[in-house]
């Protein structure tokens, strides 16, 4: 099937930013999303961005989008320890359900 | 309170026994889901629901079943459980079908021995 790739593990210190990166290979996807998953609990909706956009600003957050690449990247910034987590990229191609595809998690520790 | 819930949170079972996770939502979301988590997998789908009563499988169905009779409850049965089943195990509900995320539960974590 379709995969979503993103490195397993990413360590910053606080204060810094923090970029996170994502490959997915199905160009049908319509919505990209990132999934925050603290200990303990399940995940929670970060941010998502659309398709047709490049870019999407919320906050401390950027999410960046290379179509042609098929790359996805969510900078983080002013890293607080508080955004130790795991990162979740997703895709959602073509409307099914079925084929939503969540990539393994990158583990993200800021150190003080 | 609203939300998604899931119980139990933990659990051990012994290998052939049936184990039924439970999974509530009081959003009256239409489609439902079960993932698992296993290290280095991410989240893999079980099984989904885009209604009462309409389910279907996902990448990883085998070992388990599901029923949907009222909108709000998608319990997870594991017929006949193994180690390999050893997992945590997520409920997610969404809206609608246009890809606006799901919302999910705190998971259950399940050890078969």
């Known amino acids: 099937g379709e995969d979503v790739e993103q490195s397993l593990f990413l360590s910053v210190r606080e204060g810094d930013s923090s970029v996170i990166n994502c490959t997915y290979t199905?160009?049908?996807?319509?919505?990209l999303y990132w999934y925050k998953q603290e200990p303990g609990a399940g995940l929670q909706l970060l941010t998502y961005?659309?398709?047709?956009?490049d870019m999407k600003q919320d906050q401390r957050l950027t999410v960046l989008l290379n179509k042609k690449d098929k790359h996805l990247s969510l900078r983080i910034a002013d890293t607080q320890t508080g955004d130790s987590a795991i990162y979740f990229c997703?895709?959602?191609?073509?409307?099914?359900?079925?084929?939503?595809?969540f990539g393994a998690g990158t583990r993200l520790t800021v150190k003080p | 309170d609203a939300g998604i819930t899931q119980s139990p949170r933990y659990k051990i079972t012994e290998t052939g026994r049936q184990v039924t996770l439970m999974c509530h939502q009081t959003?009256?979301?239409?489609?439902m889901f079960w993932y698992r988590q296993d290290l280095g997998h991410g989240l893999r789908l079980i099984y989904y629901?885009?209604?009462?009563?309409?389910?279907d499988k996902g990448e990883v169905p085998d070992g388990y079943v599901v029923s949907r009779s009222k909108t709000e409850n998608f319990p997870l049965t594991l017929e006949s459980a193994t180690r390999s089943q050893t997992s945590v195990y997520f409920c997610?509900?969404?809206?609608?079908?246009?890809?606006?995320?799901?919302?999910f539960g705190s998971g259950t974590r399940l050890t078969v021995v």
């Open positions: 997610a509900s969404s809206e609608s079908g246009e890809g606006y995320g799901y919302t």
């Open positions: 199905d160009s049908s996807s319509t919505y």
């Open positions: 961005i659309f398709s047709n956009m």
């Open positions: 959003w009256s979301h239409s489609y």
């Open positions: 997703a895709d959602f191609p073509g409307g099914s359900h079925n084929d939503m595809r």
């Open positions: 629901s885009a209604a009462a009563d309409i389910t």
